[in-house]
């Protein structure tokens, strides 16, 4: 059974980090992007961030380059989402999801096991 599980959310101030992790059953992240996505309150869900499964390529919304970077590691089925200065605008229930294929899109049809979420709250 595929599950994914996300950790590492909580509160923190404007200029702050996180990281968060987005753990898979065994097995389950082989041949298969993983791409992390975000909602806030009353806003559709949006693309945050999203990786290959060879981890050679990444894509980035343009509100979080620079600032976010996606990693993974193929020998735990786990992706990090690591987060610095992190601004209100931030706060949402972040997601991870996996993609049909190898290749991160950003559209959310692409993927057929999401996690829970885990929340992120910036405060200013």
């Known amino acids: 059974q595929v599950q994914l599980v996300e950790s590492g959310g909580g509160l923190v101030q404007a200029g702050g980090s996180l990281r968060l992790s987005c753990a898979g059953s065994?097995?389950?992240?082989?041949?298969?992007?993983i791409t992390w996505f975000r909602q806030a309150p009353g806003k559709e869900r949006e693309f945050v961030t999203g990786?290959?499964?060879?981890?050679?390529?990444?894509e980035y919304a343009d509100s979080v380059k620079g600032r976010f970077t996606i990693t993974r590691d193929n020998s735990r089925d786990t992706v990090y989402l690591q987060m610095n200065n992190l601004k209100p605008e931030d706060t949402a229930v972040y997601y991870c999801a996996r993609a049909r294929g190898v290749v991160a899109t950003r559209t959310a049809e692409d993927y057929d096991y999401w996690g829970q979420g885990t929340q992120v709250t910036v405060s200013s």
């Open positions: 065994i097995g389950t992240f082989s041949d298969h992007a």
């Open positions: 990786i290959r499964w060879t981890g050679t390529s990444t």
